[in-house]
């Protein structure tokens, strides 16, 4: 029985993996579109930088680019849509997709929507920011996280997960200030755009917890590249 469970575990991780993957792949194949060189497209080397981040094998990241650029006979043809609404308790969500089919990408999406709302657009994009989210960590010799986010030209300084500094940009920033930030002996780890919301909700755990089920319902889908929520 146990070694059942363990190759369960061992199968849903790789499955998750390969969601993972499948996630980054489109990012880069989008970014791709703007030029196959990451050093001079900077949206595409932020997306290699992330599929590094995440251990994507070699071959699969070239592809992605390979496959974005035009370069492959089967090019990507990927569509970015945004859905608005709200998770149960009139948790404001907003939801990034890349997809190849809208039609079925925006059936799944009013079928996860069931246990909350779907809007349209702009019925919540308002309460919330579009920003530029850099995580990076301090090296020796660095200057400190306010003298640095001055410097690099950051709008705002906040603590970011597992030890790191989370820096906030305008959007048109962020590639620039990720670059600066490693001229003061910053070491990024991750730089891309986010929905941030700009009056979060707080609630108790039960109901936190039932929209954190509706959260990740969403995420898993396949089309899903990324969801904000303005939960506190």
Not at 126 to 153: C, K, L, N, Q, S
Request: with cysteine; hydrophobic share 45%.
């Amino acid at each position: 029985m146990g070694a059942q469970w363990k190759q369960k575990g061992r199968v849903e991780a790789a499955n998750a993996k390969g969601k993972v993957f499948s996630k980054l792949a489109k990012e880069i194949a989008i970014a791709a579109k703007g030029g196959a060189d990451p050093a001079m497209n900077p949206r595409l080397r932020m997306a290699v930088e992330a599929a590094k981040k995440a251990s994507m094998p070699k071959d699969t990241l070239e592809r992605a680019i390979k496959k974005g650029a035009g370069l492959l006979d089967d090019a990507a043809s990927f569509d970015a849509v945004m859905y608005e609404g709200f998770a149960p308790h009139r948790v404001p969500v907003i939801v990034e997709c890349l997809t190849d089919n809208k039609n079925r990408t925006t059936t799944s999406i009013r079928v996860l929507f069931r246990k909350g709302q779907l809007g349209t657009s702009g019925s919540v994009s308002w309460d919330f920011r579009h920003v530029g989210v850099i995580e990076a960590t301090a090296e020796a010799g660095a200057d400190d996280a306010e003298t640095a986010a001055i410097e690099a030209g950051a709008q705002e300084v906040e603590p970011g997960d597992d030890g790191a500094t989370r820096f906030l940009t305008e959007p048109a920033d962020l590639d620039a200030v990720s670059r600066a930030l490693a001229a003061h002996k910053w070491h990024v780890t991750s730089a891309a755009m986010a929905w941030r919301a700009k009056n979060p909700i707080e609630l108790d755990d039960a109901a936190r917890d039932e929209v954190i089920a509706f959260l990740t319902a969403l995420d898993e889908d396949d089309d899903v590249q990324n969801v904000y929520a303005g939960l506190a």
